[in-house]
């Protein structure tokens, strides 16, 4: 149990996690959702076609 305590061990485990968040932010920033564009390519044709909820909120 003294092993885990050792500084050395804790920043190693530390530097670790920190790197391998980094590594995975840099893997999935620049990823494309399928569920993401269908939303917006549905918010975009609703603007155009002018749904009635859309319309009832406008007029309160």
Do not use: C
């Amino acid at each position: 149990m003294e092993f885990l305590t050792n500084p050395w061990v804790i920043i190693v485990v530390v530097l670790s996690v920190v790197i391998g968040n980094i590594a995975a932010l840099k893997y999935t920033a620049n990823m494309k959702f399928g569920q993401m564009d269908k939303k917006r390519k549905s918010d975009a044709q609703s603007e155009e076609e002018g749904k009635p909820e859309d319309s009832e909120h406008k007029t309160k």
